[in-house]
């Protein structure tokens, strides 16, 4: 049985991550998506928001568990028993920033392997970054992020303007 992590920050969760989580899902027997708590950014959602928000999103795919995690992710998928690690890319940007951390890991977890997917062409331009700022400034997020998310994101905005 292979099992596979898809770490990131998911603040949150759009349809980017969703295509890649579900992609993955069918290459592994069972995905975890791991939110991490403390990335260096600022976030919109806490910890537990990001995983009901990644957790609603892909509610209908059985193999898929979402938690979150600390510290490094390679030693957090050693202590798991895990060897796969899925990282989705955009572009080449995304590849020479990956290809960094890899090197990296390597060092400190060589039997680890990185697994990439390419993003739908649908979502190439999409950041959890681009998606704030929309929404932030009322924008249609719509075909970005569930439903769900999207009010998340209006009700935090509107929060904040008050
Ligand atoms: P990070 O892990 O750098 O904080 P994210 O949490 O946004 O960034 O991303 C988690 C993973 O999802 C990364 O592998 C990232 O490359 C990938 N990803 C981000 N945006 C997209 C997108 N639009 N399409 C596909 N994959 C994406």
Known sequence: ????IYPGSFDPFHNGHLDIARRAAGLFDELLVTVFDAPAKQLLFSTDERIELAGEALE???NITI???SGLTVKWAQRHGIRVIVRGLRNVDDL????????AN?????????CYLL?????VYLSSTILK?????????SHWVT???EEALRQRFAERKQ
């Not at 390597?106 to 990185?114: D, F, G, H, K, V």
């Not at 993003?119 to 979502?123: I, N, Q, R």
């Open 1 to 4: 049985m292979t099992r596979a």
């Open 60 to 62: 209908d795919v059985k």
């Open 67 to 69: 938690v979150s995690y």
């Open 96 to 103: 020479s920033f990956e290809s960094r951390i890899d090197m």
């Open 106 to 114: 390597r060092l400190m977890a060589p039997q680890i392997e990185t």
């Open 119 to 123: 993003c739908s062409t649908d979502y």
């Open 133 to 141: 700022e929309v929404a932030s400034l009322d924008g249609d997020v």
């Open 147 to 149: 439903p769900h998310t």
